[in-house]
Every structure is written in C-alpha cells, then in structure tokens.
C-alpha cells in the first residue's frame, strides 16, 4: 500500500475548496482512498466523502497521511498529495 505524508498549506485546511478538489480526484479512480490526521485518536477516512475529509478538522500546517493501493495508485497519491499540499 502507499502513502504520502502531506503538511496543508491552505490558509483554510483541508475544508470547503481544497476538500472539493481533493474528492473530485479521488473519485476518478478505481481504488479506495484513505486520508487520516497525524498523531490523531480519529480512525482514517474515505478519500471519496467530502464529509468524512471536512469531519477530520484538518488545519493549515497539520499533517496527513494518504493511502490508496492498486495499479496507478503512486501517480494518484502524488496528484492528491499535491492537491492538499497546495497553499
């Protein structure tokens, strides 16, 4: 399975704009997606639920692990860790 490491760059988080954006990707592919909050007690979420992303409260300068696995999964990650690493 890979994963990127990601540290959010938008002022607003992973929230409203970026979130969108991030879920719109993620939904083009044919695996599962998994994003969860570093050092956080919160179990990871689908990469594909807006709600589940917007629900992790992630801030600007937090971290998040991304994962997916599966035939084209590490372009997948680069794009979605680019998405979120996006100031």
Not at 19 to 48: C, E, H, L, W, Y
Not at 55 to 83: C, K, N, P
Request: glycine fraction near 8%; charge should be negative; proline fraction near 5%.
């Amino acid at each position: 399975m890979g994963e990127r490491k990601v540290t959010v760059a938008a002022e607003v988080g992973l929230h409203a704009r970026p979130a969108a954006t991030f879920v719109q990707r993620a939904m083009k592919a044919p695996m599962d997606i998994t994003v969860a909050k570093m050092n956080s007690a919160k179990a990871p979420v689908s990469g594909k639920s807006i709600l589940a992303i917007m629900a992790l409260d992630v801030r600007q300068g937090e971290t998040v692990v991304i994962s997916a696995e599966g035939e084209g999964s590490e372009e997948l990650l680069d794009e979605l860790a680019e998405i979120a690493g996006t100031p």
